[in-house]
């Protein structure tokens, strides 16, 4: 029985010869820290369209979210706290394509991101541990899974929720999603922002603002 593989949505391939410099990734997944719930909507959208069939399948993702209670930094002291593990599209070439033994890892013309040719790859799972953040993964099929930032509009940015502000006592930060594609000085504009406190209004506080009901009901 044979199986499709997997979708690999890029704007082309670029091979670089061995020695020969290549352009390093400039926009990248960034997520701020616990803020985070767990929703696992980034999952689902990246498993829609990068898995053969388009099934809503985690094992096809490209981008995990954890459970990370021992990590200060990243939860709250009552060790609630999610973390996003994503591939940080280290200085081409990156350790998986060095690692490589037959030279799979081609680069979008568009992002340079490394993409893995499966049709050159021999699944020797190489690339695997030599992923410093542990974010090369297996398929269900023995593919390689590897973040290809969806051609430079990466769904899992898309599908990301809008969390609360003043969530985290310790870092406060603006309501907004969690994960971003940015330029690491932009992100880092984001980080500094001032958090800005406001009231969530209740159905029932909109609803006498507007004169629907009244306070007697």
Known sequence: M??????????????????????????KLFALQNLCTDCKICEVAC????SPEGELNP??????IEHAPTVETRVSKDGFGFTAEICHHCA??????????????????VTQAAIIDQD???????CVPACP???VFVAPSG?????????????CVKACSTRPEMLNAGKQYNRSSVLFFEEKAAFSQILRRKPEERDEVGIMQAMLSK???SSSA
């Open 133 to 135: 953040f542990d974010t």
């Open 92 to 109: 081409n070439p990156p350790p998986c394509a060095k690692v490589c033994p037959t030279d799979a890892f081609y680069y979008d013309p």
């Open 47 to 50: 498993s829609l369209i990068h």
């Open 59 to 64: 094992l096809w993702t490209r981008i995990k």
């Open 2 to 27: 044979s199986v499709s593989p997997q979708k690999e949505l890029v704007n082309g391939e670029v091979w670089y010869e061995p020695g020969e410099k290549v352009p390093n990734v400039d926009k």
């Open 211 to 213: 004169g629907k009901i």
């Open 143 to 155: 593919e390689v899974l590897k973040c290809d930032l969806c051609g430079g509009d990466p769904a």
């Open 120 to 126: 050159k790859c021999i699944q020797c799972m190489e």
